[in-house]
Structure formats: C-alpha cells, structure tokens
C-alpha cells in the first residue's frame, strides 16, 4: 500500500513500506524538522512539476488522510504491459528478441532445440494456448520442472502465408525492442542508484549479487540484503565511503538511464519501475538539489513525483513539458507524454494537436532515413558494377512506405530474404527491415485514436451532466462519477433493466430531453465525426500487425447467428475476470497475429466506435474477425494477456442492452420454430424483416421479470453499472450514417442486426439467472458469502448507452 500524506507538497517525503516501522520511525524523526524547506527546494527544482496549491494548509487539519503514489503508476494501459519480460533474465530475452526477427521461427523446420528453456506461460484461460513461442513446444530440459508441457497434445500447425508473402513475427519488433531496451537501462539504473545509496563499488557489488541464491536476477534484492531503508539510505551493513560528487554522478547516470527509457515508451517504463519498490523515490530529485536545470532529472521527477491517488488531472500541468519542449523541441517523446497530459485533463484538442505533430515529424525522419540510404546503396552499387543478386541475407531492400505509415518489401528478386534451416530462402517481414516504424509512430496513432474517442465521450457525459444540472467533482476516495449512480439529478440519468431502454418510458420527459440535447443536428455530427476519427486511427494502428488467416471451423457453422454465438462466447471468456469456460478449440488453425499489448484495446475500441455510430450491419462482421483475432493472440514468452477496458466495457453494453431493451431481444430474422439461432440462411433485409417466422423470445416468464433480474445479475457479478456505445454502420452500399435522418440506414436492417448481436447475450443472461437462483435456492438459511464487486469496466459504459438510448434506439423502435 502507498504512503498517506495529507499534502502533495511534501509528497516527496511519503514513506514507503518496505522498511520496518523502527526504520520508519527514526527516518520520520530525521525529516521532521526539514518537510517545509523541503517542499520549498522540490518546488523550485522541479520548475512547476510539483503542482501546489497557497491554499493547501489551511485546513490540512479537517481534511482525511490521501493515499499518494508516484505519477506514473496513474498511467493508462499498465495492465496490458504485465509479463515475464520484466523478470525474465536479460540474456534470455534478448535470445528472444533475436528469435522474434527469425522468419523461420514459426516453420515447421524451426521446431528443433533453437528456443532455450522457458518458463511456463501465466494465463487465465484453462487451454493450452498454442500461438506465438508458445507454438513451437517445449524446449526445457528432461529434467526441468517446465518438461510438463511435452506430455500435451502438439498444437495445430500455424497457417500457411501466401505464396510471396512473409511470415509476420510473433510479437511486434518494435515493443520487443523496446521492452529489452527498458529492461536494460532500468536494470543499469537501479545498480547506480544501489552503488550510489549503499557506497560500493561495481565490483563489490557484482560479487554481493552473485552470493546468495536469488541475488544475482535483481539489484533490488541486494539493496534489501544491504538493509536499505525506503529512502535509500544504508542501515548496518557495509557503509564504504564515497565523495558527494561520485555519489552525484551515479545518480545522474542513473537519471539519464531512466529518462531514456520513459523516452522509449513511457507504458512499459511506467510498469518496469513499480517493480523496484523504492529504489528511484528520489532520485531524480536528489540531482535536481545539485542541479535544477538537469533535462532528464526533470523529465524523471515528473513520473516519479508522488501526487493523490486518482487525483493526476487535479495534481498536474503541462508547465515542466512546455519548458522542455520549448527548450528541446526535436525531442518527439515530450510531445507523446505532453498529449497524454492533456487527456488527462480532457483537453483533447490540444491533444490530438501534439500526437499529430510526434507522428507527422517521427514518419518524415523515417522516409528521409529510408531515402538516405537507398541513395546510398544505389551509389555504392554502382561504384561496383553490376553484381549478381538474391544472395540469402545480402540482398538490398527497396522499401516503400504506405499510407498508413508501414514498409512493404518490393517482390520476387528485389524481396529481402534469409536462409532458412533447411536451405531454403524465407521472405524477411517488412516489419523487421531497417526502414520499419519507429515504435512512437504506431504509439501516437494510438493514442490519438484513443484521444478522439474519449473527447466524443467527454462532450456526451458533459452535456448529459448539465441538462442534468449537477457538477462532476472528485469524491474523496477517487471513485468515477456514474451515469446511473446520480444523486440529485433533474431526470435521474441512466436507469438500469427498463424494458424500454437505458432512458425509461418511450414517452418520458427523460427520454424527451435527453433526445433534444444529444440526437441535436449539431452536437450528433460532433460526436460522429469525432468516433470516425477515432475508427480511422485506430485501423491505421492495426495496420502495423499482419496475420495469417486460418481455414474457418466448420464446427461454428456458416450462418451469421452462429457466427456470433461463438465470437461472444470466446469474448466472454477472455473476459478479464471471467469465469466462463472458453468454446471448444477448432482443430484447423486459427488467425495468427503478430502481438503487441495494445491490440486488443484497440480491436474493441472500433467495436465501440460501431456501437457510438448505431453501425450495428458494420458491427456484426467486426465483431466475429475481433473474436477470431484476440482467439488466435499469444505474447508468451514476454507479455501475459492484457485486461482491456474496452472490451469489458464492450461486453459490458451488449449485457445490459439485452437485459434492459425489450425490443432488443425479440426473435430475429435468422431464428427458425426450432431454434434460437437457426442453422439456415440469412434472408435479404427489407422492410418486413419482422414478419419472419421467430422464435419466442428467451426462456422467461415475461419481459419485464427478464429485464428486472438480468439488470440486478450484471451489477451482482460486476460490481456495479456499466456504459458503452453503440452506433449506425455504413449501408451496403457503402454510404456512410450521416447525422440527418433523410439518408440514414435503413433501421428495420439495423434493428435485425441488434437482435442477431444481443441474441447470444440474451442466452448467456438467462443461463447465469438460473444459476443464481439455483445456488440462492441450495444456500437457503446458510450463510452469505462475503462477496466484494470490483468494477471491471469504466463509467463509459453509462455514457454510451445514454448515446443509444437517446439517439439510435428509438430510431430502432419506430420499426420493431
């Protein structure tokens, strides 16, 4: 647990508790007398990066206690960076790396001793993943504790790519590279600070790690054996004498370290320093005493700079990254780390403004680099004459770069190839050349996509909360304001398992106002244009990770509906914290992709673009290739599976539309009197969709029951309400969803699509009340578990179903 400080000025000297309570005690009583002059030094050295308020003291008194914590560990996407990377000896991992670039590596030929001994992979699911490394079996020794995984049946065989197309590599090699670069400098960073806190040599040092098991994996675990108090200040142990400077060049070395490896990526940086507790609290302030115009001590002490937990909009600036980058501005990762800033701060225009610029400036030094060097070659070659080429490894690479940022080699003589194990000459993967993205290209596409559609929920929940005539404010314990959850309110927000819908009775004065402000010409063309963008970047960013297609499963069955019942099924076992046993696994192979951390956000996130866009004809395809893609996704040996708020928040609105739209869940167009989801095939759309022969509608004694006890089901399991969007797809023929209601689609279409899409959902809703009742009904008169709900979804949930509920859906209920 972090540290309560009842002020963020005197953050700075929040105690960690890795120290016993004597050495607490005793350090405590040493800073006592030095907390004012000490927030007044970290103020001025950091050039506005503490954020203080004249106001703070003046009631400190009255105010309760805040947990702080450094500024980095408020970063979004964290958890989608955990792995064995971060543990995983450095040697090992760069074996790794090298075996990443290998195209052969996912060959058949390549399933020889070529992988040293791996750990076993740490997954939620009950199945043996068989993606990625992983795919290739077990390579540890017979006597290993690993060796479990050769009595497992062998995986499937990977696809096979195209004739003249590369195999892509397991995991992306930009976010390869740039994991084993941060595990490198922060693990050379944290033997500086050691040597600088503890006095000894490298030598001394060295030899200390490797006496003792499990000393020599981490510097951390020898500053523990050192006695090393939370501060960094030795306690018994050896106590070597060493100069202030020298101590003080260690610690900028060490501050350079780091400051290049937030450069690198700020993410992975941000997860790797939480693992060494408390070895880098102050640093970066401690050279900022001796030197307060240090760069990379600035750019260090503002990640590290302990703030009020859940409190980083409140408690930060753009001041020190201004200064930076006006003193820098070549520097392309201050602009990255100043547009997350203003997210933070839900200013996304400036946002968007500085992503822009990172990419914009980060692709024109690439294609001039690219440029360069093919100029180059050409000279060089001709200088040499005419040689004969397609030696394997030596022949050149004509890159070229496409519109969505990435390289493509050119084909037959001029692709660059290797020499496989067998002799053979295996294409090399655009995304492993030399004229390959810098990893910040695909980062800031992200992160802008990202920016765009927080800022269509921002300008959603902003309008919602004035017509509602209450102020968003942080609470004291940091939790986010709900749109179900008001108190207060004019209207009364968003309701919960209503059978009309998210905004209650179709002829409500709710509903009413609500569709005035948001289904508005202007303010929905806003919000839409803002979704699109955001649509767009992100398909840019996932343009950067090819995949090879696998042979469908028959087993899933031809139709669409089935189609769907499997893709939910799938999502919602790799649902983070989902209890739900994944469908069977197909026997032919399944999509490969190429891994990187924020993929599967960034997959859910168009879904929830669709969902924003009422697009539920675009939806239903995007799902099903979303479903078979995070399937098929594997980041073993380096990364574990991400928990992504997108898609717990996607799977999140399908569960209460199903369970709080009664038109959602009627009998569709593919339903047949035999079943719920009928093995036939899906009639033409028209008009008079809703005059097919249906099924009726879920096992229930009536609608509302459905509704009432599916709605108190989803906030029993999840803890409490959740939002997300939903939007209008393109027509077939390609037209997009404007904002006016004469070339919209055609909502008896949409409508279809809705029923197809919550089908399933409706089911699986179904099944969990049933259970419920039946574990209630066997535990009668005993005693009920304590059960503790964590939220694992976010208050966007809330948000889109307003959105649908005000704009989409009662376009929907004109037709049903």
Known sequence: MPAECPDPATSSDSLSPNGGPSDQLNVQKKKKKKKSKKSKNTKDVANGATQTNGKDNVADDDRPPVLCISRNKHWRYISSYHGPWLQLPLELLESLLVLNLDPA??????????????????????????????????????????????????????????????TPPPIDPGVFRSVTSIRR???????????????????????????????????????????????????????????????????????????????????????????????FDDIAERVLKVDPHDVDARYVHFFHEKIPSRQLAESTTTSLLDELIAAYPQRLEFYRTRGIVHCFRDEYASAVKDFTHAFREARTLRRAKVAHRNSKS?????????????????????????????????????????????????????????????PIE?????????????????????????????????????????????????????????????????????????????????????????????????????????????????????????????????????????????????????????????????????????????????????????????????????????????????VEVLERLAGGWRNGVQPHSLSSLGSMLALEAPPTFSAKAKEVDRVPSPPSPDMDRLAASASSLILGVNGSSSSTTVHMSPAPSGRETPSSGTERVDSAEALDCARILLAPVAVRLCEKLEKAEKEKAANKGKKKPLNINIPLHGPRVEIVLAW??????????TVA
């Open 185 to 279: 400098l922060i693990d050379e960073a944290s033997e500086l600070s050691v040597r600088a806190s503890s006095g000894l040599s490298a030598a001394a040092l060295g030899s200390m790690r490797g006496a003792g098991p499990g000393m020599n994996s981490s510097p951390w675990a020898t500053a523990q054996s050192l006695g090393m108090n939370p501060l960094g200040e030795p306690v018994g142990g050896r106590n070597v004498a060493m100069s202030a400077m020298r101590v003080h060049r260690l610690r900028a070395l060490a501050v350079q370290k780091l400051a290049a490896a937030y450069r690198t990526d700020e993410i992975a940086s941000s997860v790797m320093v939480m693992q060494g507790g408390s070895v």
């Open 804 to 813: 649908l509920g005000a704009v989409h859906l009662p376009e929907l209920d």
């Open 105 to 166: 590596t996912l060959s058949a030929s390549a399933s020889d001793t070529r992988l040293p001994s791996l750990p076993p992979p740490t997954i939620s699911s009950q199945r043996h993943r068989d993606r990625g490394f992983a795919g290739l079996g077990d390579h540890s020794p017979p006597d290993s504790p690993h060796s479990t995984f050769a009595s497992l049946p062998p995986p499937p065989p990977f696809p096979t790519p195209k004739p003249g197309k590369a």
């Open 442 to 650: 695909p980062q800031c596409l992200f992160l802008r996509a990202a920016a765009y559609l927080q800022h269509a929920v921002y300008l959603i929940e902003d309008g919602i909360l004035q017509l509602e005539g209450i102020r968003k404010i942080p609470s004291v314990d940091g939790a986010e304001l709900r749109l179900c959850y008001i108190e207060n309110g004019r209207y009364g927000g968003v309701e919960v398992g209503h059978p009309d819908g998210p905004l209650g009775n179709k002829d409500g004065t709710k509903l009413a106002a609500y569709r005035a402000l948001l289904a508005e010409g202007f303010f929905r063309e806003q919000v839409t244009l803002l979704v699109k963008k955001s649509m767009r970047d992100h398909e840019r960013f996932l343009a950067h990770f090819d995949s090879l297609e696998g042979v469908p499963n028959p087993a899933v069955g031809e139709d669409l509906a089935s189609r769907l019942a499997h893709a939910f099924a799938l999502t919602e076992s790799f649902r983070p914290g989902s209890q739900a046993q994944p469908p069977p696994a197909a026997e032919s192979p399944a999509t490969f992709t190429t891994y990187h951390p924020l993929l599967v956000e960034s997959h859910f996130s168009i879904l929830l673009g669709h969902l924003l866009l009422g697009d539920f004809p675009g939806l239903l395809p995007a799902f099903t290739r979303t479903a078979a893609v995070v399937d098929g996704l594997e980041g073993y040996p380096v990364f574990l599976p991400p928990r992504s708020m997108a898609q717990a928040e996607f």
């Open 378 to 438: 050409n000279e060089k070659q001709r200088g040499k004459g005419h040689k004969k080429k397609g030696k394997a490894g030596g022949s050149k690479t004509h890159g070229q770069a496409l519109p969505n940022g990435t390289s493509v080699a050119m084909p037959d003589e001029d692709a660059p190839t290797i020499e496989g194990p067998d002799g053979e000459q295996l294409l090399l993967h655009p995304s492993v050349l030399p004229d390959a993205p810098d």
